[in-house]
């Protein structure tokens, strides 16, 4: 597709809920990042697949976080018992490459609110 | 630990007039820094890079600085335009992008 997508633009979640963000990514874009923007603060790196494979998850909060990218190409962000403290714009990111300062293109974001 | 800091969170400036929106850093294996431009319900996009082995980079209004003795950057843009009111964000890069927590920019007509 022309730009990253992201889905859904708004999730609402009950306390203890699981949910599932999805990130399309540009066609033909190996590498796909997650990053976590709350309130008033900038984006902080969740997660980084290059292909299929998961080379840095360094900033996943809890092990309630997990995302996988099966195929290389879509991408799912899933949180187990969403807390309050989840609740944030959740952003994804893909590019060619790793490295390259302008290729970097990032999706709408799914805004969570865990209520 | 923040490496990036952005430690204005807002700035108004008159219409015409230079804005300056200023980033300290302290990691220093960064391979570049960016500006990255944010508009409400949309994602960053991107702005405008400097290597770090450069202290200049110019593209039409906007012009970024590097200081690397004082690890400090800026982002000045000249002439200022109401379609540039957004949050400002500079990141450095290894790989991935380190996010300061952004300046909300105001330019008043």
């Known amino acids: 597709g022309a730009g990253v997508s992201q889905s859904p633009r708004y999730k609402v979640a009950k306390r203890g809920q699981d949910v599932a963000l999805r990130c399309d990514p540009i066609s033909g874009h190996v590498s796909l990042f997650w990053y976590q923007q709350a309130l008033g603060q900038g984006p902080e790196f969740l997660t980084y697949?290059?292909?299929?494979?998961?080379?840095?998850k360094s900033g996943l909060p809890s092990d309630r976080f997990f995302a996988e990218r099966p195929e290389g190409s879509v991408s799912t962000l899933k949180i187990q018992r969403t807390q309050q403290e989840d609740s944030a714009v959740y952003l994804c990111?893909?590019?060619?490459?790793?490295?390259?300062?302008?290729?970097?293109?990032f999706g709408s974001g799914t805004r969570l609110t865990v209520v | 630990d923040q490496q990036v800091k952005q430690n204005s969170p807002s700035l108004s400036v008159q219409e015409g007039r230079i804005s300056i929106l200023n980033c300290d850093y302290t990691?220093?294996?960064?391979?570049?820094f960016l500006w990255y431009k944010k508009y409400p319900a949309e994602g960053p996009t991107f702005l405008i890079s400097i290597s770090s082995i450069k202290d200049k980079n110019e593209d039409g209004r906007f012009t970024v600085f590097l200081n690397k003795s004082a690890k400090h950057l800026s982002l000045h843009i000249v002439p200022s335009q109401p379609g540039d009111s957004a949050v400002y964000f500079c990141?450095?890069?290894?790989?991935?992008?380190?996010f300061g927590q952004g300046t909300t920019l105001q330019v008043k007509p």
């Open positions: 990111a893909s590019s060619l490459g790793q490295g390259t300062p302008d290729g970097y293109t």
């Open positions: 990691n220093s294996m960064f391979d570049y």
């Open positions: 990141a450095g890069l290894t790989g991935k992008l380190i």
């Open positions: 697949f290059q292909n299929e494979a998961q080379l840095d």
